[in-house]
Structure formats: C-alpha cells, structure tokens
C-alpha cells in the first residue's frame, strides 16, 4: 500500500501540536495511507474579530493559538476583510521546499481555506508554482470569498469535502461554493456542526478516497 505525504493545515485558533492529538484516531486509520505534517500557522491569535479590550486580555493571558492570516468582519454586511495572506502563502511555500514535497493538502477551516488559496495558484500557473498538491481533503471550509484571492481556473485534482449540516461557522452555502471550484468533488455530509467528524462513516470515506489515489497514482 503506498503512503502519500499531506500538508495538514489547522484552523484558526489552534496549534499543530494539539491539532495533530485533535485527529489521532483519523491518523491512525489511515497511516497506511496517509503520513501527515503539520506546519504551525505563521501568526500569533491576539484578538478576534470584533473583540473587546476585555476579551484581548483573555486572549493574551490564554495559552499561544495561531493563524493563518488576520481577518476582520463588518458586523453590518457581515464581509470579511484579508491581511498578511501573501505573507502565508510565501511561509507555506518555503515549508514546502524544505520539508516536501507533499503529494496531498488537508485543511480544516481557515486551514481548509488556506489549502484552497493554495490549490487555486498551483492550478492557475502549474509551471511556476511552489505547490504540487495533486489531491485535497476539506473538512468544515470555504474560500475567501474575496475576487483579490479567487482564480476563474478550476481546480481538477481529486478533492474530498467535509461538511457539516449544522455548522454555525461555515454554513452549507459557504461550503457548496468551494465546491463550484473543483472538478468532480467527492462530499461527505455528516449531521453536526464545525468539526471534524472521526465516526465509521467518515474514516470509511477517507479510506475509500485513499484507495482511490493509490490507483490513480501508483497502480498504474
């Protein structure tokens, strides 16, 4: 059985550490598959968005969680403002060269958005691009929703998506939007909220999907 090396990117808020403990039982039904890495997000969480003086001293006082990138939210339009997101793709990319290559991306939330962002550049210049991802797995994420950050180039690797029918995070419709980005995407819709689920169902998709890498990729 052929193991493939995943970028596995966390979500915001978290740490790679604790990240890679959150899926241990996901890695150990998949370590023939899949040998996971996980790079520690760029950017130190102080605030979140819309927070209070109150709520940064709590942040700050509170054990390190990082991010991929700062983002804002208009309480009145609910739209999301971007920065520092150049910078991460120019971290992950050097990550990349030094401890790659990676034959897959996995991301969960903004980690998932992220690999996304990743996986747009990498299909929109192929030739010059730092990343050679040729399958993704999403678990509770979107894009940007941001023309500054979106490709009209769809994405034609195999791809997986995670999605919650309860997620208060990222809503189903934020989630069926990354999936107008990709070509013949695999979903698995399970009933609860912004997690990522580690029931049978779920690591019997994720073994399937693996399998079928293994035939597009090595029994050849």
């Not at 950017?43 to 390190?64: M, R």
């Not at 030094?98 to 030739?127: C, H, V, W, Y």
Request: some cysteine.
């Amino acid at each position: 059985m052929a193991t493939f090396r995943v970028l596995c990117l966390h979500g915001f808020g978290q740490d790679a550490s604790k990240f890679r403990n959150r899926i241990s039982s996901l890695r150990r039904a998949l370590k023939s598959n899949f040998d996971f890495v996980f790079p520690q997000a760029p950017f130190l969480v102080t605030s979140f968005p819309n927070s209070t003086p109150e709520e940064q001293a709590k942040i700050a006082e509170a054990e390190p969680t990082y991010k991929w990138w700062d983002f804002d939210i208009d309480e009145e339009t609910g739209k999301h403002t971007y920065g520092r997101v150049d910078e991460a793709v120019e971290y992950l990319a050097e990550f990349v060269a030094k401890e790659g290559p990676f034959d897959g991306i996995f991301g969960f939330s903004q980690g998932g958005m992220m690999a996304n962002l990743l996986l747009q550049r990498q299909s929109a210049d192929p030739t010059n691009s730092p990343f050679s991802f040729k399958f993704a797995l999403f678990f509770a994420s979107c894009d940007l929703g941001d023309p500054v950050y979106k490709s009209e180039q769809k994405v034609v690797i195999p791809s997986i998506h995670f999605m919650g029918e309860t997620d208060a995070i990222v809503a189903m419709d934020r989630g069926q939007k990354l999936l107008e980005l990709y070509n013949n995407p695999k979903v698995f819709v399970h009933p609860g909220g912004h997690f990522i689920p580690t029931n049978k169902e779920a690591k019997d998709a994720l073994r399937e999907f693996a399998q079928e890498m293994t035939v597009a990729y090595v029994a050849k």
